[in-house]
């Protein structure tokens, strides 16, 4: 990772110095990294005084619920459930911090009212080509396992904490473990010399790393493991190409009672095929098919995004999205689509 430029942290140390009423954001269906920078940067804010918000755009899944307990709990507006209160406090706030995205689009239905917004906005984040123009400050870096690691960063660089990991609240720390942890697949991917740093300082800071990986990894419903094992027995397909591909439909989700964060990590698992260069994992969700991308290096996950479904990420890691009936209008058309387009990616 770039070392940052010394006027950048002075710009935001002063905006939040001078924002009574901050607002924190993340992205569409947050993940562990979204949910981890985004309580870790709350819980911050809250310990310097500030009158800080976090909100999710929708629903987060119950095995990170652990992160917005306590005194979080009454920080969070999730805009689903909440729409007016949402807007009201995007609209009202001195300074909004965007977290884990890099364009309004991905905050789903808060794209217009964040566009809007008069307050100082500021992204941090680690995808691919971020809307500069949207931002008056941009902390953007896509050399790092994560946000929460580039958060820490920024955060270590603040007078108050001077580099040490231990001056953070305890919630803090914990956050940005759990993001950090989730983003690289708990060390398997995205992990840089300074990724491990930031592990060793947070567990040296007294973070039970333990009981993050049980919380994150051991906490998921039954219907979960029943749903993996159907999809991988009755729906994996892998093309000569070597693209291994699962979609899950409605029926199928309404049938093992499936919740959010249920298929977190499917998109992986079909890589440890050793012929197989890209995995796709399609989830049918209202108007549309809700799409991961994963691949192997040499393979470009984030250009297949981009091109052939509506989204983008990075470069082993994307997802996007094929609208229903605009794009495809059932599984077999999807499934029809993703062997075309993906013969067709790989073979030029
Ligand atoms: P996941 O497969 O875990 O949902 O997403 C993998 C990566 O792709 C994440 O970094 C996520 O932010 C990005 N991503 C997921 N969906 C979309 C999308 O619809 N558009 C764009 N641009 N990126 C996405
Ligand atoms: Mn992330």
């Known amino acids: 990772m770039e070392a940052f430029d010394r006027r950048d942290i002075e710009t935001l140390y002063r905006h939040i110095g001078e924002a009574e009423t901050i607002t924190v954001t993340v992205?569409?269906?947050?993940?562990?990294?979204?949910?981890?920078?985004?309580?870790?940067?709350?819980?911050?804010?809250a310990s310097v005084g500030k009158d800080a918000v976090l909100v999710f755009p929708d629903a987060y899944p119950s095995t990170l619920e652990f992160l917005v307990t306590g005194d979080m709990e009454k920080r969070i507006i999730v805009a689903e459930n909440s729409k007016e209160a949402a807007e009201k406090r995007i609209r009202s706030s001195d300074m909004i911090i965007c977290l884990d995205f890099n364009s309004f689009s991905r905050a789903g239905d808060l794209e217009e009212c964040?566009?809007?917004a008069q307050g100082e906005k500021i992204l941090i984040d680690h995808?691919?080509?971020p809307d500069r123009e949207c931002f008056s400050l941009c902390f953007s870096e896509t050399e790092t396992s994560s946000t929460a690691e580039l958060l820490y960063s920024i955060l270590m660089e603040l007078p108050g904490i001077c580099h040490d990991a231990g001056k953070l609240p305890p919630e803090t720390a914990t956050?940005?473990?759990?993001?950090?942890?989730?983003?690289?697949?708990?060390?398997?991917?995205s992990v840089f010399p300074s990724t491990l740093a930031m592990a060793s300082a947070l567990l040296d800071a007294g973070v039970d790393r333990d009981l993050i990986l049980d919380r994150i990894f051991n906490g998921y419903?039954?219907?979960?493991i029943r749903l993996m094992g159907y999809l991988?027995?009755?729906?994996?397909r892998i093309t000569d190409d070597g693209v291994a591909y699962?979609?899950?439909?409605?029926?199928?989700?309404?049938k093992f009672g499936i919740q959010e964060g249920d298929t977190e990590g499917f998109v992986n698992i079909p890589l440890s095929v050793r012929n197989v260069r890209m995995s796709i994992f399609l989830k049918q969700d209202k108007d549309r098919f809700r799409v991961s991308i994963r691949s192997k290096k040499g393979t470009s996950a984030n250009l297949c995004a981009k091109e052939?479904?509506?989204?983008?990420?990075?470069?082993?890691?994307?997802?996007g999205k094929l609208m229903i009936p605009d794009d495809v209008r059932n599984i077999t058309e999807a499934a029809a689509y993703i062997e075309r387009v993906t013969h067709i990616f790989l073979n030029r």
């Open 27 to 45: 992205h569409t269906h947050p993940d562990g990294d979204a949910i981890g920078s985004g309580t870790a940067m709350v819980s911050y804010l």
């Open 114 to 116: 964040l566009a809007d």
């Open 127 to 129: 995808h691919i080509g």
């Open 175 to 189: 956050a940005l473990m759990t993001g950090m942890t989730t983003d690289t697949n708990n060390f398997a991917n």
């Open 221 to 224: 419903n039954e219907s979960r």
């Open 232 to 236: 991988l027995d009755r729906c994996l």
């Open 246 to 254: 699962m979609i899950l439909g409605r029926k199928t989700i309404m």
């Open 308 to 319: 052939f479904f509506n989204g983008g990420g990075h470069e082993l890691a994307s997802g």
